[in-house]
């Protein structure tokens, strides 16, 4: 895999990660420190990472393969950036396209912190569960925190990176389904935001996660981001116009393996492209791009 940078500042766009991408990176500067942002493609799942200014980083998520090589697209990434250990790791929730591939990110790297609702998935789920907690450092149940719990990731920068638990797992009672159980987080540099809600929805067969976080009495006023990880890979039954309206997304991220499942629907990306303006949906982005723009 040949990686390509390409600079490009503040441009309104989709991004569908296929499957022959790499990664696409954001890199936000204020004007010493640093915060790098990857949206890995990993085929029909998720994956980001993230740098910290202060050198720490960041796993969101995993993606589908759990092949402990260099053809497991995560591992690849990792390998290529260098990367022994990983200070936090997250599990949006317990499905297998967003926890298998980090069952080979605990058997390669050292794991600091590990963040999971613990809501009872499968029993592969629980299996990968328990390597989790063995071989990371410390657990942060995030069940033990309440919604709207503050992580200060970086100090040292300026601004600080601080990242907020906008969901904690259960909204909808102590057993959701596991999009339902997703966990959400935004992502903060100054005025550079980013959230991961993993697969959050907005009704149909799942609960109305994304009404519940725009609401003004949960996170309605703070829930603004600039970059938003896509929900459910495009569903029909996410991204919702309410969520998007308290949202006010700039740009968006997919993650698909081209419309594997049907993901990204139709409906879906007519309602991003409100806010982000004309959809890139090919694969244009094959390789890695580069974009920068800066903390104001």
Not at 48 to 72: F, K
Not at 205 to 210: A, M, R
Request: glycine share 8%; proline share 4%; with cysteine.
């Amino acid at each position: 895999m040949s990686f390509r940078k390409t600079y490009f500042h503040r441009i309104s766009t989709v991004f569908l990660l296929l499957y022959l991408s790499t990664a696409l990176f954001f890199a936000l500067s204020c004007p010493a420190d640093e915060l790098r942002v990857y949206y890995i493609s990993v085929g029909q799942g998720d994956a980001q990472y993230i740098e910290l200014p202060n050198g720490e980083n960041v796993l969101i998520d995993g993606g589908p393969s759990s092949t402990d090589s260099t053809s497991n697209p995560l591992i690849f990434f990792l390998e290529r950036k260098g990367v022994s250990k990983i200070n936090h790791v997250i599990l949006s929730h317990a499905h297998l396209d967003h926890y298998n591939g980090l069952s080979p990110v605990f058997d390669r790297y050292l794991v600091e912190k590990y963040y999971d609702s613990f809501i009872t998935g499968s029993s592969t789920a629980e299996t990968f569960r328990n390597k989790a907690k063995n071989r990371s450092q410390e657990t942060v149940n995030t069940l033990s925190l309440p919604n709207g719990a503050t992580f200060y990731w970086c100090t040292t920068s300026t601004p600080p990176v601080t990242a907020i638990l906008l969901h904690r797992g259960d909204a909808f009672g102590a057993t959701p389904s596991q999009n339902d159980a997703s966990l959400v987080f935004k992502v903060a540099f100054g005025s550079s935001t980013f959230i991961f809600g993993g697969d959050a929805g907005a009704g149909g067969s799942y609960k109305p996660l994304e009404s519940w976080l725009a609401n003004v009495n949960n996170h309605g006023a703070v829930l603004q981001s600039d970059c938003y990880k896509v929900h459910h890979h495009g569903s029909s039954s996410s991204s919702s116009d309410v969520f998007l309206n308290a949202l006010k997304p700039k740009y968006a991220f997919i993650g698909t393996n081209g419309m594997s499942h049907g993901h990204p629907t139709t409906a879906a990306m007519d309602r991003i492209d409100v806010w982000t303006g004309a959809a890139a949906v090919d694969n244009s982005f094959s390789q890695e791009i580069k974009g920068k723009f800066y903390h104001d």
